[in-house]
């Protein structure tokens, strides 16, 4: 089924899809009342082929044979590994609606983010998931990926945690 599947870059017009999806993947990993993202944030702060140099992030959105509903989404962005010397891609939220799962639509989304890791002459695609997330985990670990045991995610959020950092910055 998936190999038939519609893979195409978000445009501006996909915003109000790409919001709906994000409210679905918050509801599943039970943060639904995370998500401070809207559509007006959405547009001003992803990256669409009108405008490839404006934003941060790229989504590429999937959709069924002959459908116009959207199966799922991959949202990413550029990273740099200093080890390798080479760009690479951050997979942000890779998300396929529950009726299409198992069908190959994940399998698809993750072959394309490989390809355009490829494109841009990267090293590595990453990505994080949540421990409890063990269908997941099985997922990637049947396509090849490694669990990083050894690293652990830090982060600092919210004005409150980054005006406390920048107190450290040089001021001008």
Request: hydrophobic share 40%.
């Amino acid at each position: 089924m998936a190999e038939d599947a519609v893979v195409r870059p978000a445009t501006e017009e996909d915003v109000p899809i790409i919001f709906t999806l994000i409210q679905e993947l918050a509801a599943y990993e039970k943060a639904s009342s995370s998500v401070l993202a809207t559509e007006e944030t959405l547009l001003s702060s992803l990256s669409f082929p009108s405008a490839p140099h404006k934003g941060y992030a790229k989504t590429f959105l999937i959709f069924p044979p002959s459908s116009e509903r959207c199966a799922g989404m991959a949202l990413y962005f550029h990273n740099y590994s200093t080890w390798l010397a080479r760009p690479g891609i951050y997979l942000e939220d890779l998300f396929v609606r529950p009726e299409y799962r198992g069908k190959g639509y994940g399998k698809r989304l993750l072959g394309e983010l490989a390809t355009e890791t490829k494109k841009i002459g990267g090293g590595r695609l990453e990505w994080s998931v949540l421990k409890w997330n063990e269908p997941s985990i099985n997922f990637y670990k049947s396509m090849g990926a490694e669990r990083m045991e050894e690293w652990v995610g830090m982060r600092i959020e919210g004005n409150n945690g980054l005006n406390n950092l920048a107190m450290w910055a040089r001021k001008e």
